[in-house]
């Protein structure tokens, strides 16, 4: 979710970020990812931020995820006439579980 606010703590060395409320969802919705990553956005034209983060160096690879959840996102919200309810998506490619 989008930053609520951020503060520096006393110190100056480390920041506070509070982010929006997310929704309830199912756990099989949300993932954690630790670790270097490079990332390519677009937005849709009903102005939701799409994100494909790729492992470094890679994010020419993501470009026809993006491209396919853009439009993907625009046919649904079009089709069913019910927004997708948050402000942005992420989608992350990792290579490893091709194998």
Same mark, same amino acid.
């Given at each position: 979710? !989008?930053? *609520? =606010?951020?503060?520096? @703590? !006393?110190?100056?060395?480390? *920041?506070?970020?509070?982010?929006?409320?997310?929704?309830?969802?199912?756990?099989?919705?949300?993932?954690? =990812?630790?670790?270097?990553?490079? /990332?390519?956005? $677009?937005?849709?034209?009903?102005?939701? @931020?799409?994100?494909?983060?790729?492992?470094?160096?890679?994010?020419?690879?993501?470009? /026809? $995820?993006? %491209?396919? $959840?853009?439009?993907? @996102?625009?046919?649904? %919200?079009? /089709?069913?006439?019910?927004?997708?309810?948050?402000?942005?998506?992420?989608?992350?490619?990792?290579?490893? /579980? $091709?194998?």
């Amino acid at each position: 979710m !989008p930053e *609520k =606010c951020a503060k520096t @703590l !006393p110190g100056g060395k480390n *920041k506070e970020i509070t982010y929006i409320d997310s929704p309830k969802m199912s756990s099989y919705l949300v993932a954690f =990812c630790v670790g270097e990553f490079d /990332f390519v956005q $677009a937005q849709t034209g009903h102005g939701v @931020l799409v994100r494909v983060y790729t492992p470094p160096g890679k994010s020419n690879a993501g470009e /026809f $995820a993006l %491209d396919c $959840a853009v439009k993907a @996102l625009d046919a649904y %919200d079009d /089709f069913f006439g019910v927004p997708y309810p948050l402000p942005k998506l992420d989608m992350v490619a990792i290579p490893e /579980f $091709a194998m």
